[in-house]
Every structure is written in C-alpha cells, then in structure tokens.
C-alpha cells in the first residue's frame, strides 16, 4: 500500500484528458498535474529536445514525491518513454501501447487511422504498436499539427476547429477507417468537432481509458494502492501561467481548478 500520490505530465492542456480517466477509475488516489505550458506545442520538437523536456517533468514530479508517473502526453511517450524507462526507477506508463490494444482490439475491416502531432506521426510508434498485435491491420496515419494550437486557444468548439478536422480527416474517411485513434491528448478536447467532421459510422478511441486500466494493473501488482477511502485531490503545476489553462481545464473537468501553481521547469 502506497499513499503518495501519482504524476502526471504534457505538454500543456492535453493530460487532462487522462487525468480525467485516472479519477474515474483510480477515484481515491491523489494526483500531481504539470502542464509544460511555457514550452507547448511538443509536436514539432527534436527528440532530443523532447528528452531533455520529459526527464525535466519526471525530475519535477519526484520532488512531489510521487509513486508513480503517467507520461500523459502522445509525443513525449514516443520520442521519451524508453529512455525514461532506463534513466528512472519509478514506475512510468505511457499512452501510445493502451491507445493500440485498443484500436486492435475494436476494429472490424482491420483499417485504422491514427492521428497525431508530427512528432508522434513521424516516429511511426502507433504503426508498430498496432502491427505487433495485428500485422494485417492497414494504418493509416497522419499528422493534424493545428490541432494543438486550437485546444490550447480554447477553440476547440469553434468553426475554424471544424474546418481544419475537414482538412484532416476527410481522406481517412474516404480511405475506409472503421476507426480512428485520437493520438495526441488533445485531441478528445476536439471530439464532438472530430466525430462530427468524419461521422457516426467511425469510431473515436480515445487511449486514456485503457491507459487508466493500465496504471490500475500496474499499481495492484505493485501492491501500490492508496489505503485511502475518500476521493482523491489534485495539485496543478503549470510553467507558465495563462488564462486559457484555468479556463478550458475547468470547463473540460467540470470542476474547479484550485491553487494552479508556476514551477520554473527548466530548473530541472
Ligand atoms: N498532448 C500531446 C500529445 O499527446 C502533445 C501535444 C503537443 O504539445 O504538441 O502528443
């Protein structure tokens, strides 16, 4: 039984869309969330830049003294997740792995799509990870990089959102996914705009659910529960204090978002 709390990170907004699913299924545990807004969009980044950006989160989280750290974030599990692995002894999870068990698992004409930032794109980690499970699933993937900018604007409702998912998408459609894995943490902030723009007879996965699933089974065979019986609380950690964050945070969580707190990440 461990009663620390668990880490979680993105780039910025994103992990909230994870973090939601952690106090859904992990209810009493205690959260840390840091959101590296001085340095969002992580898409179009270097890997090694994305290192460098996600042994600076992971040093800040086990500061806070955490069990446990979730990479919340589609871009920095691709580039960053295997070397974390080797630089830290905490345990880490990822969301790409969750994200393709579970396009596997679900489609039924074996035509997947992925979308992603460029980074995430461009390391082929989905392609792979869906491959290992099913080598005759047809990928198809792309990058939609405006996607970000727009969640982090605080548009994601808005026409211009509609528009760009358009852009995105319609070839996918017209290339038969039966699926589509929302592959940036991001991106379910866009569902209702995504799901219109590509239609009900495609379905959105959205990994951080399983991933959730995932961090439960890591910490029951860990035996690193809570003991505690109450509902778990959440500190907020930012690198740059914007409005937007408190704004799109409250209204995505539908709850307050208390005590928001600037840490100065490069110091890392
Ligand atoms: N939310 C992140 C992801 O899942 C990062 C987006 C970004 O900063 O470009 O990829």
Same mark, same amino acid.
């Given at each position: ?6 880490? /979680?990170?993105? *780039? ?53 003294? #955490? ?8 871009? !920095? ?7 974390? =692995?080797?630089?830290?002894?905490? &345990?880490? /999870?990822?969301?790409?792995? &969750?994200?393709?068990?579970?396009? *596997? ?9 992925? %979308? ?5 794109? *461009? ?9 290992? =499970?099913? &080598?005759? %699933?047809?990928? %198809? ?9 727009? #969640? ?9 959102? *509609? #528009? !760009? ?7 996918? /459609? ?6 589509? #894995? ?9 569902? =209702? ?36 019986? %109450? ?6 950690? /930012? ?30």
């Amino acid at each position: 039984m461990d009663n620390r709390p668990i880490g /979680v990170f993105d *780039s910025g907004l994103g992990g909230l869309t994870v973090l939601k699913e952690i106090n859904k299924y992990l209810e009493n545990e205690d959260t840390i969330y840091f959101g590296d807004t001085a340095r969002v969009p992580y898409g179009p980044r270097s890997k090694e830049t994305i290192i460098k950006y996600t042994f600076q989160a992971i040093n800040f989280l086990i500061t806070k003294n #955490v069990k446990a750290i979730v990479i919340a974030c589609n871009t !920095a599990t691709a580039r960053a997740l295997s070397e974390a =692995r080797i630089q830290f002894t905490i &345990p880490i /999870v990822g969301v790409i792995e &969750p994200g393709a068990k579970t396009a *596997s698992e679900y489609t039924k004409n074996n035509i997947v799509g992925v %979308i992603g930032t460029a980074g995430t794109i *461009s390391s082929k980690a989905y392609v792979k990870a869906i491959n290992r =499970r099913n &080598p005759d %699933i047809k990928v %198809i993937a792309k990058a939609c990089p405006l996607f970000v900018p727009l #969640v982090e604007e605080g548009w994601a409702n808005k026409e211009i959102s *509609s #528009v !760009a998912a358009h852009m995105y998408l319609d070839e996918l /459609v017209e290339q038969g996914v039966d699926s589509i #894995v929302l592959g940036c943490t991001h991106y379910p902030i866009l569902k =209702r705009t995504i799901g219109e723009a590509v239609g009900m007879d495609v379905k959105l996965i959205n990994p951080a659910k399983e991933t959730a699933l995932y961090l439960k089974k890591i910490l029951e065979e860990n035996n690193m529960e809570t003991q505690s019986t %109450i509902k778990g609380k959440c500190q907020y950690y /930012v690198s740059d204090i914007n409005e937007q964050f408190e704004e799109v945070a409250s209204e995505f969580l539908k709850r307050e978002i208390e005590g928001l707190k600037k840490v100065e990440i490069h110091k890392y």
